[in-house]
């Protein structure tokens, strides 16, 4: 056996020249194999095998480098290469180590000639990561036709085209039909023909990379006829020119969104279109042209209910909401806002066309009603205002508002709105300057109530309601003073002092309790600060500057302030990332209540006390509170009762499968909470 230098010598001479440079520099293994062992090996080829020379190579035979799985091939290429000169092309090898691990290479030969013997010129690489990538890319496609074929939803994997190229179980039984009728017609074939073009645009838009991915409701045709709502999910599959279609029943939840939206937008006393229907059928008018609205306020409604009871003053307005709705026409739509106040919006109507409606209207309302034993005359005040310069539904509102008070104050039976109607503006104003002296003067008092557990009453949160202590008005409540700071926009300022000393004390309460602490302190959050840019950031300091921790923090937001709000959302996902719980307030008294439930970090849905409050009725309000607690339940979100005023409400709340409450029967608000820590009430 010749020594290293030798071998390199001979090898050199036998290429020629240039044969030295070109394997020192190959970024390739190169070795050289005469009578079975190594007798030259380049730098990469050293390292590939832990040696430091090519001496540490030749005290075993070369094919005993081999993993013992591929000597026999290994050694019947060698024969062939050496003795016949066939060429020994690339094929997969394992190698052993002088350390003893196992490496993965692609080796490929040629005749040799060393010292005029018959020797193997050896090229290999080493793709032990390669064929790593490739187990864990094969594990993971393992893993996806797995999931593929046992998703609970259907699935199918579509050609460039959008045919279906394979189809799981569950997408069988969405369409009531087998694979082999699925499987080569393109997706939107099933798609309702309304859907149909869209869809097909929507594809196209994917398969071009306009689009990232198709996303949305559509409806299909089942092949036994019925008609399904699927929401389906269809993005690129890898870089293969395939998609995959993730394709989920919905119908159940669209048929009771569907419910629920037909409730939650009529009056349950009366029938009629409540105040959010009313406000979203006016703006949808706006958008196509003027229109017209008449707010109705009965005279001394209050008194019916004060001499002949409530259920007597329930029944008066039933018949009258009769009576308006039959005497207008069928593009005018009627509304019950709220207590003894109703409207009419009539799209498109002149001012002369919209008096002679109201006209008809006050006429209406001055024939007696007869109510079980009673014959009551009942009077209005009417205020008219048209859409002239804008195309917000609440300005048109308001200013029918503004008309109609200025109606009841002068006696008239109804008014057109004018601007010289709006001197009531200059008391917002100065309302506006007395909160800046408010916030300044430190007038704002912070006042909390529990959020109990049901059944047993123990506090589990409490929620932080900001309070004014006027100093000649006495305590002016949240709803005379909030509207207006959230216009002039100190309701951002007052909302960070609220959140400040809401932490202070939830902390204060931890330090000295301990466990009998409450768990969380939820802070109500307004759209003008969500909208703040920042606001994650003033959270995070109040959090370090009280040292509370972020799970122990609620943010309370309306449905209102998160419609149509991509930033109020943004900020919610920054508040959710550092640990705070999100809360909707009111929920399904908003806009879109279920739709919002798609796009918002929520973990808390607070029932509006409207559908608490007759829960122990059969009715409207119950069946929309029970749709709701299985919503949060299917959701995995915690449901919290608010409003609740009577024992009977709890019981039946904690019947229907509420486990948290809050309202009057549990305690009021107050500066100083005190907490019965020692067991339920």
């Not at 196209?204 to 389906?232: C, F, N, P």
């Not at 229109?291 to 002949?308: I, M, P, S, T, Y």
């Not at 207590?339 to 009539?346: P, Q, Y």
Request: proline residues 4%.
């Amino acid at each position: 056996m010749s020594d290293a230098s030798a071998a390199v010598a001979s090898v050199a001479v036998a290429g020629d020249a240039w044969f030295q440079a070109l394997v020192d520099l190959c970024p390739d293994t190169i070795f050289v194999i005469c009578d079975g062992y190594h007798v030259y090996a380049n730098a990469r080829g050293l390292r590939l095998l832990g040696a430091r020379t090519i001496a540490d190579l030749q005290d075993r035979p070369a094919i005993e480098f081999l993993h013992p799985d591929y000597r026999d091939p290994g050694a019947a290429r060698m024969r062939s290469l050496t003795a016949d000169g066939e060429a020994m092309q690339y094929v997969e090898e394992k190698l052993i180590r002088l350390d003893g691990r196992v490496v993965d290479t692609e080796a490929a030969g040629t005749l040799w000639e060393f010292e005029g013997r018959p020797a193997a010129l050896i090229v290999t690489r080493e793709i032990t990561e390669r064929k790593q990538a490739e187990a864990e890319l094969a594990a993971a496609q393992q893993r996806f036709r797995a999931a593929f074929r046992n998703a609970p939803a259907g699935m199918a994997i579509l050609d460039a085209n959008g045919s279906v190229t394979e189809a799981n179980p569950a997408l069988e039984a969405l369409l009531a039909e087998p694979a082999d009728s699925i499987l080569g017609r393109p997706y939107w074939q099933w798609i309702d023909e309304t859907d149909r073009q869209a869809a097909r645009s929507a594809f196209r838009a994917l398969a071009d990379e306009t689009i990232d991915s198709i996303r949305g409701d559509l409806r299909v045709r089942r092949s036994d006829g019925t008609e399904a709502w699927i929401h389906a999910c269809v993005a690129a599959l890898a870089d293969n020119g395939s998609f995959v279609a993730h394709l989920s029943d919905v119908t159940v939840a669209r048929n009771q969104a569907a419910q629920l939206k037909d409730l939650a937008m009529t009056d349950a006393l009366t029938g009629m279109a409540n105040r959010r229907r009313l406000e979203e059928e006016l703006q949808t008018a706006l958008n196509a042209g003027p229109a017209q609205v008449a707010l109705l306020d009965l005279d001394d409604f209050k008194g019916v209910n004060d001499r002949l009871g409530h259920g007597v003053g329930d029944q008066l307005l039933s018949v009258l909401a009769g009576r308006l709705s039959c005497a207008l026409g069928q593009e005018a739509l009627a509304a019950r806002m709220g207590g003894d106040e109703f409207a009419v919006m009539m799209p498109g109507a002149c001012d002369a066309a919209a008096d002679l409606t109201v006209s008809r209207l006050a006429e209406t309302l001055r024939t007696p009603v007869r109510v079980g034993e009673y014959e009551l005359l009942v009077n209005a005040s009417i205020g008219v205002a048209d859409s002239t310069g804008t195309m917000d539904p609440y300005e048109v509102l308001r200013r029918a508002d503004v008309a109609m008070y200025v109606a009841k104050e002068s006696g008239d039976r109804y008014l057109r709105y004018r601007e010289e109607y709006d001197s009531a503006s200059d008391e917002q104003a100065r309302l506006g300057a007395e909160l800046r002296t408010a916030l300044d003067a430190g007038q704002f008092r912070v006042y909390y109530q529990p959020v109990v557990e049901l059944p047993n009453g123990r506090f589990r949160a409490v929620e932080a309601l900001v309070r004014w202590e006027h100093p000649t008005r006495g305590l002016v409540a949240p709803d005379q003073f909030i509207p207006t700071a959230e216009r002039n926009g100190l309701i951002v300022e007052l909302g960070t002092w609220v959140l400040r000393t809401a932490c202070a004390q939830a902390a204060r309460w931890i330090a000295e309790l301990g466990d009998l602490a409450p768990d969380r302190v939820s802070v109500n959050v307004s759209a003008r600060q969500l909208n703040q840019p920042g606001f994650a950031h003033v959270v995070t300091a109040a959090l370090t500057e009280t040292g509370l921790s972020a799970e122990r923090l609620i943010v309370e937001v309306t449905e209102t302030a998160v419609f149509n709000g991509r930033r109020a959302v943004q900020t919610l996902d920054e508040l959710r990332t550092l640990g705070v719980r999100i809360a909707l307030d009111d929920f399904g008294t908003g806009h879109s209540s279920l739709g919002l439930l798609q796009t918002v970090p929520v973990d808390i849905l607070k029932v509006d006390k409207s559908f608490v409050s007759n829960i122990t009725m059969a009715g409207r309000h119950a069946v929309i509170a029970t749709a709701l607690i299985q919503v949060a339940d299917g959701l995995g979100l915690t449901a919290v009762a608010e409003g609740v005023e009577t024992a009977e409400q709890a019981a039946e709340l904690h019947r229907l499968g509420y486990r948290l409450a809050q309202g009057y029967h549990f305690g009021r608000p107050g500066p100083n909470l005190a907490l019965d820590l020692a067991g339920p009430h």
